[in-house]
């Protein structure tokens, strides 16, 4: 376990780390687990240089695994609330609320726009940020237009890492003060600099040991030369 402010991380299987939690211990759970089975194949995400010439950090990994309907129920029985990114690839009935993360990528060949499930409303909220490549969004209130000095970008170190605004706009629109956050799959560590920015108190677990160090020293990093996002 390593504590780095009021951002708790913890290094292992996140379903063993349910199993040990009582009931309603967070609020709020925002999580993104793998949802597809490229990973077991290639044993990592993406590729390792893009067509730009751009090299990556991504690192291969055996840890990727697709969750269970276990996972699911010790998510909800943990969590008072819950936001799940890539439900539409899921076998499993969540409630009714939906949240569409628009990454105004139109032109290429990734998907246009990433879902979550969430049981705070029953309603479709949208939240467009572009995020393709070198482009992406100014700021959380525009990110339809790209930032214009790429040396404000973000840096990306994992596969399928989320903008940090993304996190920032979730917490502000549907966290209350005082909420626990729960994540089950850290990656980037996107999640843990907006809880640092805003003040929430989150709790995340890493299964990878590359990516759990990487997102460790990103967050690090961050604490030290703070930035409003």
């Known amino acids: 376990m390593k504590i780095l402010g009021n951002i ?22 925002i999580v993104d687990p793998p949802y597809f089975s490229g990973p077991e194949r290639r044993q990592f995400y993406g590729s390792r240089n893009s067509k730009l010439g751009v090299s990556r950090l991504y690192m291969k990994s055996k840890s990727w695994n697709i969750p269970t309907a276990e996972y699911f129920e010790e998510l909800l029985r943990v969590s008072k609330f819950y936001i799940i990114w890539g439900c539409n690839y899921f076998d499993y009935i969540f409630a009714q609320g939906r949240i569409v993360w628009d990454k105004c990528n139109q032109s290429s060949s990734y998907s246009d726009c990433e879902i979550a499930a969430t049981n705070l409303f029953s309603s479709v909220r949208l939240f467009p940020y572009m995020w393709n490549g070198m482009c992406q969004g100014k700021s959380m209130f525009e990110g339809r237009i790209m930032q214009g000095n790429k040396k404000l970008n973000e840096k990306r170190i994992h596969p399928t890492q989320k903008p940090v605004a993304l996190y920032g706009w979730l917490l502000n629109q549907y966290a209350k003060e005082g909420w626990k956050i729960l994540d089950t799959h850290l990656g980037s560590g996107s999640i843990a600099i907006a809880c640092d920015e805003l003040g929430y108190n989150l709790t ?17 990093t961050y604490q030290l030369n703070k930035r409003l996002f």
């Open 204 to 220: 995340a677990i890493e299964i990878d040991p590359y990516y759990y160090s990487m997102a460790s020293e990103r967050i690090s």
């Open 8 to 29: 708790t991380l913890h290094l292992g299987d996140c379903l063993d780390f349910l199993r040990e939690m009582p009931d309603k211990s967070f609020d709020l759970a």
